[in-house]
């Protein structure tokens, strides 16, 4: 859910929020969710959900990511889907996200 959007990962705190509005600014991206899952070395590892404009775009992507991202903040995981799951309301289901 979105109680958890601060984390420790790589033993430094990282706002899931200020990765997402850093990885929305590179324009390619139709929509994005980034949450985090346990990690046995990383404490949590973050992972990046996300729907490009252009699904060709995976590797302009993840450059974008590497070049405006710091090393702890960096998703693990880039999970290109289609769609992100929604609420009633419109909004990304985070707690659905695991599904996908």
């Known amino acids: 859910g979105r109680r958890d959007r601060l984390i420790k990962s790589m033993d430094v705190q990282v706002s899931l929020d200020e990765v997402e509005d850093i990885l929305r ?3 390619i991206v ?3 969710a980034v949450t985090s899952t346990e990690h046995p070395i990383l404490g949590r590892r973050i992972e990046a959900h996300i729907c490009l404009i252009d699904p060709e ?3 302009e992507f993840r450059t974008f990511a ?3 991202l710091s090393k702890f903040q960096l998703p693990r995981v880039f999970n290109f889907v289609e769609t992100l799951p929604e609420t009633a ?3 990304i289901n985070y707690s659905a996200l695991s599904n996908v």
């Open 89 to 91: 309301s419109g909004k």
């Open 25 to 27: 600014k590179s324009m």
């Open 30 to 32: 139709r929509q994005l």
């Open 66 to 68: 590497r070049k405006n």
């Open 57 to 59: 775009g995976a590797k």
